[in-house]
């Protein structure tokens, strides 16, 4: 059974730093993609990037280009989403969701999604 | 703002058949690239309805139906039910700048 397991709630103050993680299980994590949705309280969702873990190639939107990082760990089956400082703005919940391609010429569908990451950043 | 466009709510009585439309362009939809659909209950994460336009994953009901034509895209939903309430977001692929996955702006489906 694929499964994705997200870290925990984080609470965190502007400037911070922040890595939130993905635990993939059920498949061969190196041959798909995962990618990375936020959710603004009440908003709709938005797609930030993707990352194929077999050769790290990683896709950024336009809208989030060097605002996050992300990167995977093949030895822990793990994705990560990174921020070197954290905005109030940034307060939402992030999913991950695996895509089976998602490259320069197409994108296919987010089959799998891990339970979301809230993510607090207050003062 | 999001590049494909979804109506904001729809509703319907139980029983009844609703859908929701999902708009593009030339640069997503409107290039053949696939729809896909998400259906997420009040707290919970996405999930998958319809992959690939028109197809449902295992354990969908057929009470849900994808089509495409053109620019635009069509989740229809009949004999709705109370477990039906939720959101729904649409997706495809835009070919502009370097390409990259796009969503709807969701729709809030209500059963009255």
């Known amino acids: 059974e694929v499964q994705l397991v997200q870290s925990g709630a984080e609470v965190k103050k502007p400037g911070e730093s922040l890595k939130i993680s993905c635990k993939a299980a059920?498949?061969?994590?190196?041959?798909?993609?995962i990618g990375w949705v936020r959710q603004m309280p009440g908003k709709g969702l938005e797609w930030m990037g993707i990352?194929?873990?077999?050769?790290?190639?990683?896709r950024y939107s336009p809208s989030f280009q060097g605002q996050v990082t992300i990167s995977a760990d093949k030895s822990v089956s793990t994705a990560y989403l990174q921020w070197s400082s954290l905005h109030a703005s940034d307060t939402a919940m992030y999913y991950c969701?695996?895509?089976?391609?998602?490259?320069?010429?197409?994108?296919?569908?987010?089959?799998?999604w891990g339970q979301g990451t809230l993510v607090t950043v207050s003062s | 703002q999001s590049m494909l466009t979804q109506p904001p709510s729809v509703s319907g009585a139980p029983g009844q058949r609703v859908t929701i439309s999902c708009t593009g362009s030339?640069?997503?939809?409107?290039?053949?690239?696939?729809v896909h659909w998400y259906q997420q209950l009040p707290g919970t994460a996405p999930k998958l309805l319809m992959y690939?336009?028109?197809n449902r994953p295992s354990g969908v009901p057929d009470r849900f139906s994808g089509s495409k034509s053109g620019t635009s895209a069509s989740l229809a939903i009949t004999g709705l039910q109370a477990e039906d309430e939720a959101d729904y977001y649409c997706?495809?692929?835009?070919?502009?700048?370097?390409?990259?996955?796009?969503f709807g702006g969701g729709t809030k489906l209500t059963v009255l």
């Open positions: 030339s640069s997503n939809i409107g290039a053949r690239y696939d």
């Open positions: 969701a695996r895509n089976r391609y998602c490259g320069r010429t197409s994108c296919a569908d987010f089959d799998y």
């Open positions: 997706q495809s692929y835009d070919n502009s700048l370097s390409g990259y996955v796009v």
């Open positions: 059920g498949y061969t994590f190196t041959s798909d993609w």
């Open positions: 990352i194929y873990p077999g050769d790290s190639e990683t």
């Open positions: 690939g336009n028109n």
